[in-house]
């Protein structure tokens, strides 16, 4: 049977809502995922919450229902609680019918398959938890098997993030990894490094992409450093009509990514 | 010669950081610009601020002494401060180096002269000010004439939006229209409207597109009324490989506007 909470100053609520700052997400290894939507795909990709918070107005809500059974008989917490509440945890001006508390979830280099995709992306120093989450998001829909953060990016697992995710951040894995570690476990085996950068004059369509592709977006206002444009197998850019020079790192990331589904699609 | 205001409680100042709030953008007609970089694109497609901040100890960067001159040759307004006001002015944690006050510029439908691009790009209902303004940017990108703005879309000159265009908003068109009105000024000439929709299997790349093209993407949630899709010429989508339904609607735009100029660039 849920629990039910209702009061503001509950330790349990305190706690939860602390985990909107990485601080205590990384000492807890906890992190927040919001909505419906996001709780649902979570369900569908295998992943059940450590702790389930719905409004008591919700709980005929079939999804909620489903949820709730769910994430009992996993052994989850499942707690009945007041919009004002989940107002809280979730910091939005429309509370979530549904908040879920989840374990982050990173997985070592080594234990990523690069056989299991024809696409894998990789993230330098990426600053927006939006574009980060919306780079999962993508990633999911060319069918990528992850994505690789290099050195310092936004923390994943970011409110922000979780949300723009919209869900991918359960089905993509996530590595973290130094760029010389990346390198030595990049040429451990096949894998074709594809660097998109303003420091050349190579169109992203002429090249025919091997498989599997790691794609490399750079920092938002920086781009990648020479010393790792050096490192890929291949330079490419996006043509540019108008007056500014670069993309979006999620807009540059997806249409990249969908000519490397496009050339897959065609072979 | 520039004056100087350094005090928080100058009325000026009041005024200016009032703009971060629609309701007195809309009562002045005006709107706020930040950083060296988006101001220098400004300037480059002939737009000068009505009134430049500028922080004493960058008075001497080259770019801020071209924006000084030229702002005061046209009758602007300029007005050395501290980065402390910059800092309330913009609310962003690292102030801007300047910041400008620009008019808004929307123009009537019967002012686009369509034959001018050949990718137009409208948004319907559109939510989020960071898509608004990767959509502008994204626009500049792929030669589009301009952005028709169709029912109730988040303010193009908000805050966050102007960040996101990254100088686009200066370079690409801005009109708004209700649906009718648009459709009515649409089938007056010649043009193709294009709609993403989850609701057809009509692949993105199998169509030969014709110009003008007019891209219309709908609302975050919700997608396109299924009214508005009836009155598209056309019906596409991107392929979707995992297990999310759709794709983040700047990036769905973006993914859509290169196959359009990637058709325009082979024909």
């Known amino acids: 049977m849920p629990r039910e909470i209702t009061g503001f100053s509950n330790p349990l609520i305190k706690r939860v809502r602390s985990l909107r700052d990485k601080k205590h997400r990384k000492r807890e ?10 709780l649902a795909e979570a369900e569908e990709a295998g992943f059940l919450p450590e702790m389930l918070f719905y409004a008591r107005e919700s709980a005929d809500h079939p999804i909620v229902k489903r949820l709730v059974t769910a994430t009992e008989e996993a052994g ?87 949300r723009a995710s919209m869900g991918a951040l359960f089905t993509q894995k996530i590595a973290t990894a130094r760029w010389p570690d990346f390198i030595a476990w990049l040429r451990s085996g096949p894998g074709q490094l ?16 091997e498989s599997p592709a790691f794609l490399l977006v750079g920092n938002e206002s920086q781009g990648l450093p020479p010393s790792y444009e050096k490192d890929c197998d291949i330079l490419v850019k996006m043509p540019m009509m108008g007056k500014a020079d670069s993309l979006n790192a999620a807009v540059a990331t997806a249409v990249m990514a969908y000519e490397l589904l496009n050339q897959n699609r065609r072979r």
């Open 29 to 38: 290894g906890l992190f927040l995922a919001e909505g419906l939507r996001i």
């Open 194 to 209: 594809i660097g998109t950068s303003l420091n050349t004059d190579h169109d992203y369509q002429a090249p025919r992409y």
């Open 76 to 162: 989850g917490d499942v707690i009945e609680t007041i919009p004002d509440i989940l107002h809280k945890l979730s910091g939005k001006e429309n509370p979530q019918t549904v908040i879920g508390v989840y374990p982050e979830r990173i997985v070592p280099l080594r234990a990523l398959d690069r056989s299991q995709a024809d696409i894998w992306i990789v993230a330098q120093s990426l600053r927006d938890p939006g574009n980060l989450g919306t780079i999962l998001r993508t990633g999911d829909a060319v069918g990528a098997g992850g994505l690789i953060l290099v050195d310092d990016c936004v923390d994943p697992f970011s409110v922000e993030s979780v």
